[in-house]
């Protein structure tokens, strides 16, 4: 399966008093990935609600958590499309410590317009994009 890869360095901000990255801090990492793929991409995620465009929310999302990352590891954020749909993308997203699972998770984004918040069709230009990173 095609995968963008994201390196992340823990951070103490990205840590409880123990010095183990917060359970909610993976899906920060996981949807920074997401954001660096359409960057990749050369798709900006700045729109103006006025002017037209769209935004993708996260519809839906899974995680399990295998083991725990700590301050000042180098982790590797896999991500793949496991599904793509006419508004909505399914990633798979998986945490890595050098071989090691840290965490892995499934995320629904939903495609809607910026200005209603209404689902709408994901555009083609960037359909054919994101086709490259499904298997």
């Known amino acids: 399966m095609p995968t963008f890869r994201y390196p ?3 951070h103490w901000e990205d840590t409880d008093a123990g010095g183990i990255v917060y359970h909610a801090n993976y899906l920060k990492f996981m949807e920074r990935a997401r954001s660096e793929i359409l960057r990749n991409f050369g798709i900006s995620q700045r729109v103006n ?13 899974s995680i399990k958590y295998r083991r725990a990352a700590k301050l000042e590891d180098e982790l590797t954020v896999e991500t793949a499309v496991e599904r793509l749909g006419g508004a909505s993308c399914v990633f798979s997203q998986t945490i890595l410590l050098g071989d090691d699972v840290v965490t892995a998770g499934t995320v629904r984004v939903a495609c809607v317009d910026a200005a209603t918040l209404a689902p709408t069709p994901i555009p083609e230009a960037i359909r054919a994009q994101l086709g490259t990173l499904k298997a």
């Not at 609600?49 to 999302?61: H, M, R, W």
Request: proline share 6%; charged share 20%.
């Open 8 to 10: 992340v360095r823990v």
């Open 49 to 61: 609600p006025e002017t037209g465009g769209v935004l993708f929310v996260v519809a839906d999302l």
